[in-house]
């Protein structure tokens, strides 16, 4: 079995560093450890080079880079520029290869953004996740919603022309009225890039020990599936593109790295608790992690490629695809499980199809518009 299509290649770069622990965040992240930042750095880098020489045989350039986090502005610019020589100097890079900056607002000062740019970042994507005080507050975010604007505007200002802002809804005692009126001031600003995410309540977080113990109500199932359409009707009408389920994008502002890993491409994780993936020319697919403790990764040896089964590698082909409004992609399907998707789940695909929750063609199968708001379930029947 070989695949039909080489898939995109991208790196992600995963810094943990962040200011304080969202009580919503199941992310790999580590309050008060800014200490760490040359030794991460550095170990990155040896990172960085042990893959080099592990995928030798790997001709592909790197089509995006997407430092996650974590806070990535909270490291000192000079660190971002670091890493991102140490890249060029091991991994070519496609000519405007797209490399992505998460940032907070807190730590998102002018200065910085000079030296982000002169550093090669040239896309950034800021984490307001809300553009009213009480909100921001109640989310446990460290920045008010002046803040939140005063940074996006400086980036705009500083010349990113490719800037996302991450925005939470359906949260306690949320309105559609004030969600409106915050969308609309984020539209306002000129953005090219939204993500709207509905807030979920994560094992072990803050968040849900609050649920649990009845301290928390959130939205019900109707006003939740209200907030997801209403999100995706006022952006498209706003000229935002609904191309990933939580992701809108204007013309040519899609996110690279994202768009890769929802294709089901291959992607180079480096950091404490990051993950890859990559498959070989004989259809093989390969996955590893990092743990998620940055001791244990300063000090011991990186993680090994432990190979997927064909059915693991489709399942995932699956639930990454469907996501997305051109869906799955039947080469890149059948190039990681030999066999294509609609012959393998020929009455279920129909089914879907038939209860007009799927369409399907020669190149793609993709969710309707009508199950946009059933993708679990849809998946489930599929894969499940």
């Not at 290869?97 to 002169?118: D, F, G, H, Y």
């Amino acid at each position: 079995m070989t695949r039909e299509v080489d898939p995109p290649l991208t790196l992600y770069i995963h810094l943990p560093f962040c200011i304080r622990k969202c009580p919503y965040c199941d992310f790999h992240s580590l309050p008060d450890r800014l200490g760490d930042e040359s030794a991460y750095v550095a170990r990155l880098i040896v990172e960085l080079r042990h893959w080099r020489g592990f995928f030798a045989q790997d001709t592909r350039l790197l089509h995006a880079i997407f430092f996650g986090g974590g806070t990535p502005s909270l490291l000192q610019a000079s660190s971002i520029g670091s890493i991102l020589e140490a890249v060029r100097l091991t991994w070519p890079l496609e000519p405007g290869c797209e490399i992505t900056l998460e940032a907070n607002p807190e730590s998102c000062q002018r200065e910085k953004m000079a030296v982000w740019r002169e550093a090669g970042i040239n896309r950034v994507s800021l984490g307001i996740q809300a553009l009213d005080d009480q909100r921001l507050r109640l989310l446990g975010r460290p920045h008010d919603r002046a803040g939140a604007l005063e940074a996006a505007r400086g980036l705009l200002e500083s010349g990113f022309t490719h800037l996302n802002a991450d925005l939470i809804y359906a949260t306690p005692g949320q309105s559609l009225d004030s969600w409106r009126g915050e969308l609309r001031e984020a539209v306002g600003l000129g953005l090219g890039h939204l993500s709207c995410y509905a807030l979920t309540l994560e094992e072990g977080t803050p968040f849900q020990a609050r649920h649990a113990a009845g301290r928390m109500v959130l939205p019900d199932e109707a006003l939740s599936l209200a907030f997801f359409g209403f999100t995706r009707h006022f952006l498209a009408e706003h000229g935002y593109e609904p191309y990933e389920i939580s992701n809108f994008a204007r013309a040519g502002q899609a996110c690279r790295h994202n768009g890769n890993y929802w294709a089901y491409g291959d992607y180079l994780g480096i950091g404490s608790g990051a993950h890859g993936k990559w498959s070989d020319g004989a259809g093989v697919t390969w996955r590893w992690a990092n743990p998620a403790d940055l001791s244990v990764y300063l000090r011991e040896s990186f993680a090994t490629p432990e190979r997927l089964s064909a059915r693991e590698a489709g399942m995932e082909c699956v639930m990454m695809g469907l996501r997305t409004r051109v869906g799955v992609e039947r080469a890149r399907y059948r190039g990681v499980t030999g066999v294509d998707l609609v012959e393998a789940c020929g009455a279920r695909v129909m089914g879907l199809v038939e209860a007009g929750l799927l369409e399907v063609d020669g190149e793609r199968v993709r969710v309707t518009e009508v199950g946009v708001s059933r993708l679990d379930g849809i998946v489930e029947r599929l894969v499940g």
